[in-house]
Every structure is written in C-alpha cells, then in structure tokens.
C-alpha cells in the first residue's frame, strides 16, 4: 500500500511544483529562475548547470524554456547578450589607467 502512495501523483509533498502535476507551475518556476539567473549576469550554460545542481532541473527543461524566453523576448536577450559579452577595448582601458596612475606616483 505504501508503495502505491508513492506512485500516485496526489501523495507528492513538494514545496515546489511537479512537472507531472502542475506543468504550467513548474515551466512558470524554470522560468522565474531562469530570470534570477538573468539577475547575476550568467550566461545559458552556467544557468543551465546551476538550475541542474541547486534546483534539480533537467538541463533540457532549463534549455527549452530558455529557447522559448528567446523566441518571446528577443530584443531584451539582443541586449543581455550585448552586455554581458567580455569587451577586451574596456579592459585595455582599464589596464591603461592603471599604468598611468602607478606612473604618476
């Protein structure tokens, strides 16, 4: 009897959604993380794998979802791509600074 409460869905005590009892839930929550990811500027392989390790989402789930944001928001991502993409002429700027103040002492 044990056994078939395991398998019957009703008898589930997540503190977050199922995918196989509340899809539309759990695609929202992939997506809400998938936004705090967003948050802290990581790129869709470090979220994927965050969301695998922390949260226990299949990589294809976090992939899908993130295509889908893509498809729906691609203005935004054009931007988010644009900003979070490493500028080596920023960084020379810096360094050049650097040099200028340690020159100046």
Same mark, same amino acid.
């Given at each position: 009897?044990? *056994?078939?409460? =395991?398998?019957? !869905? #009703?008898? !589930?005590?997540?503190h977050v959604p199922c995918f196989q009892c509340h899809p539309h839930s759990y695609i929202r929550m992939v997506? !809400?993380? $998938?936004? *705090?990811?967003?948050?802290? !500027?990581? &790129?869709?392989?470090?979220? $994927?794998? @965050?969301?695998?390790? %922390? @949260?226990? $989402?299949?990589?294809?789930? &976090?992939?899908?979802?993130? =295509?889908?944001?893509?498809?729906? /928001? #691609?203005?935004?991502?054009?931007?988010?791509?644009?900003? @979070? &993409?490493?500028?080596?002429? @920023?960084?020379?700027? #810096?360094?050049?600074?650097?040099?200028?103040? %340690?020159?100046? /002492?």
């Amino acid at each position: 009897m044990k *056994r078939d409460m =395991k398998l019957d !869905h #009703r008898y !589930h005590h997540h503190h977050v959604p199922c995918f196989q009892c509340h899809p539309h839930s759990y695609i929202r929550m992939v997506q !809400h993380l $998938i936004e *705090r990811c967003l948050l802290f !500027h990581m &790129t869709q392989d470090d979220c $994927i794998k @965050a969301l695998a390790e %922390r @949260a226990g $989402i299949l990589p294809i789930v &976090t992939l899908t979802v993130w =295509k889908e944001l893509l498809k729906e /928001n #691609r203005g935004f991502f054009q931007a988010y791509f644009q900003y @979070a &993409t490493p500028r080596p002429f @920023a960084y020379k700027s #810096r360094q050049s600074v650097s040099k200028f103040d %340690r020159r100046k /002492n």
